[in-house]
């Protein structure tokens, strides 16, 4: 049986006007704090529904960590390091990836750290 882990993801925006990718465990909050701290930053804001079209190609529901019109600094909740694979959005509402932490190392960079309460 394999062990896996439904993810969510969160963008956010720094008051530098810089945007980062958050994945955090499915049922878990982001804390903002630590978001923040994990990017060098003060604080990070969400990224508000009506920005997130324009500036990821991705519909809200569907937004994948992989594909999007940029790479941004993409920060993973260190209970990933606990499962065997992580589920995210394939970038299409209903559509899911299912990948382990090196695959994803490998096409997309991110740091691993504390993110979630």
Known sequence: MRIRLRCSKHLSVSKSNQHYVFIIPVGKELDLKRAAASVGEKSV???????LLPLTGYVHGGCSPIGMKKVFRTVVDESASEFETIIF?????GYQVEITLPDLSRIL????????E
Do not use: D
């Open 109 to 116: 960079p991110h740091t691993v750290t504390s993110l979630s």
């Open 89 to 93: 959005s394939a970038g299409k509402i």
């Open 45 to 51: 804001r969400m990224l508000p529904a009506k920005e």
